[in-house]
């Protein structure tokens, strides 16, 4: 593994500026093209962010993972992945990170040549939050990361208090009233960060479709889907819930303490 970090980050104005919040997150780039995983890591290293680790292979990102796995605070905030890799593709990797449980949660991003339809549906699909084709423009690139760390992790306080649990965003976990804890999946994350940032305003449905998938066309099913198992993890009865309400017509409001 090659380790590519930096100390005092400062964003260029080229790329545009990123919230330090944001640049502080540690990222996993894997690309078995060198010269390009290396403009890659360059690139955000020019925008300010200030720990990439790069692998050249499925197997080499593994490793980083279950390396960092013992300490948590370490743990990689964002995995960015090119699909055509030799031996473990892109796809099958995410589907492997998928599987442990620390990872659930984490941001995805494919960085890839593969951009028909179907690639970009199966990416998706696989839990991705975003999908970049090459070429692409390095602003581009750089704002869509940002883009994508900044809906996974809120800039305000970690932790939200709601009637039968506390969330704390940080970690993905949900404490709950009778001392257990479960974790939020990344996209389950992703849409109680957008709530979170609104709490006690209506967020229609439209909208939390545009924030969490960038369309609002096709993904009302699946929000309603995320929204009942999150509803099942924070809510004392998800049946009636008091924290996550339905606002009929319109959308959904977060209701915190």
Known sequence: MVSEEKGAAVAVDGYGMVER???????????????????????????????????????????????????????????????MMSGMDGFDLLARIRERPACASVPALFLTAKDEPFDRVNGLALGADDYIAKPFLPQELVLRIAAVLRRCYAQESPLLELDACRVNFATAEVERADGSTVLLTAKEHEILSVLARNAGRIVTIDALCEACWGTSFGYENSLMAHIRRLREKIEANPSKPVSLVTIKGLGYKLAGR
């Open 21 to 83: 919040h944001v640049r502080d997150k540690r990222i996993l780039l894997v690309d078995d093209e060198a010269e390009l995983a290396g403009m890659v890591a360059a690139i955000l290293h020019g925008a300010g962010f200030s720990a990439v680790d790069r692998v050249g292979s499925g197997a080499e990102a593994l490793a980083a993972i279950d390396a960092r796995a013992a300490s948590p605070e370490d743990a990689y905030q964002l995995f960015v992945l090119d699909v």
